[in-house]
């Protein structure tokens, strides 16, 4: 059984949000407007956070793309009080957004707060309409959703290779911003095979977790030197 | 007299809603533009796939387009009988404008491929008997009409197949 994770090496990435704007277009993120981002409630499951230091003009800035830690230990699942996000065989946290019943728990039990609510009925103005992606659902008003690992690419993938009588290949099931990073900063795959790149890179010295203290153990590793 | 009234109103609720139920749940209610015959292509030997073409390798089965039906049946031909609202589609070169019945919603993926060349589920157990069928479907065949999460978990259940809302939810 394949345990899904994520490494994502901050030395190599360069900031520029090409996999923010791959994950909107896949998951179909609704646009938003100038209102609801003065609100701060502008829905992007990934998004960079900038870590600025130092006084100008003499800082240095840290980009790092944040989304769903997928923790082995998800505070959001155990508050849930309907099972409508929960940790499934493979480690991948799941939200099914027909069960969620709009409760905000587990917005506020996530430490990273990269959890999201629609606050609004969410929508997709112009021609934007026709090109909502058909492998995911369109999340109404009042249903928390997040990042899961594009899990919509999981389904696929496996029914490709259960019909050609193999287990899932490693190149296969790719979440949309690792395709799009252009650095090839993010690495995804099973974090369970030894072998595998991300398996060795979540090994590397140079690995750490968001607020690792709470005890969350997440499947995203961080790689940066210093 | 308002008693007399109430009463007239309750039964004209009742009727109304009665006619609601009955046209929601008894005979079908969908008119397809050609009266098409499953039967008759069955008997001639075709088989499913050769109309829905992604029923074995695909995730949609697909409803079959005009130059399929083209293929065998021409205006000036008398053989096979070609009925008159087929014909004027043939004329005009035109799609026929079928009505799909048969829908999951977008939050949840099935695959033909993975019951039918997979699993070898034959098409009766979700769709009906389309074999004898011989007037186009007017309403969804599912065994509870609707596609509903009993039927696909029940089964999965039974055959022990993962029941991981993930599995099928999107």
Redesign the interface.
């Known amino acids: 059984m394949p345990r899904w994770g994520m490494v994502i090496d901050l030395d190599k990435c360069t900031g520029c949000q090409a996999c923010v704007v791959a994950c909107a277009a896949e998951t179909n993120a609704p646009l938003g407007s100038p209102d609801i981002a003065a609100m701060g409630r502008i829905i992007r499951w990934l998004q960079i956070l900038p870590k600025i230091e130092g006084e100008y003009p003499y800082i240095t800035a840290d980009m790092m793309p944040i989304m769903c830690q997928q923790c082995e230990a998800p505070a959001c699942t155990y508050v849930c009080p309907v099972a409508a996000t929960?940790r499934?065989?493979e480690g991948?946290v799941?939200q099914?957004?027909?069960?969620c019943i709009g409760c905000r728990y587990c917005v506020n039990a996530c430490p990273y707060t990269l959890k999201w609510f629609n606050w609004w009925k969410p929508e997709w103005p112009g021609e934007t309409a026709q090109a909502t992606n058909?492998?995911?659902?369109?999340r109404d008003k009042g249903v928390t959703e997040k990042c899961?690992f594009c899990?919509?690419r999981l389904?696929?993938a496996k029914?490709k290779a259960?019909?050609e009588g193999r287990t899932v290949r490693p190149d296969e099931y790719i979440p949309a911003c690792v395709e799009a990073c252009a650095t090839r900063c993010i690495v995804f795959g099973d974090l369970d095979d030894p072998d595998s790149e991300v398996s060795r890179l979540a090994r590397s010295p140079r690995a750490f977790h968001l607020l690792e203290e709470l005890g969350t153990k997440p499947k995203v590793t961080y790689l940066k030197s210093r | 007299m308002p008693k007399t009234l109430a009463i007239l109103v309750l039964v004209g609720v009742t009727a109304i809603g009665g006619w609601f139920v009955v046209s929601a749940w008894g005979g079908g209610s969908v008119q397809q533009p050609v009266a098409y015959n499953h039967k008759v292509h069955i008997d001639a030997g075709m088989e499913c796939a050769a109309c829905h073409t992604g029923a074995e390798e695909g995730t949609h089965a697909g409803i079959p387009t005009t130059d399929k039906c083209a293929l065998c049946h021409k205006v000036d031909r008398p053989y096979p009988k070609t009925p008159k609202d087929l014909a004027f589609y043939l004329k005009a070169n035109k799609e026929i404008p079928w009505r799909q019945l048969h829908r999951t919603r977008r939050h949840v993926y099935f695959s033909h491929q993975r019951h039918v060349a997979l699993a070898g589920i034959d098409c009766e157990k979700c769709h009906g008997d389309v074999k004898k069928k011989t007037t186009p479907f007017d309403r969804a065949a599912f065994p509870d009409r609707q596609a509903g999460m009993n039927l696909c978990v029940d089964c999965h259940r039974k055959e022990k197949v993962t029941t991981d809302c993930m599995a099928c939810h999107r």
């Open positions: 929960y499934n065989h991948t799941a099914i957004y027909w069960r058909p492998d995911v659902e369109l899961c899990h919509h389904q696929t029914e259960r019909a």
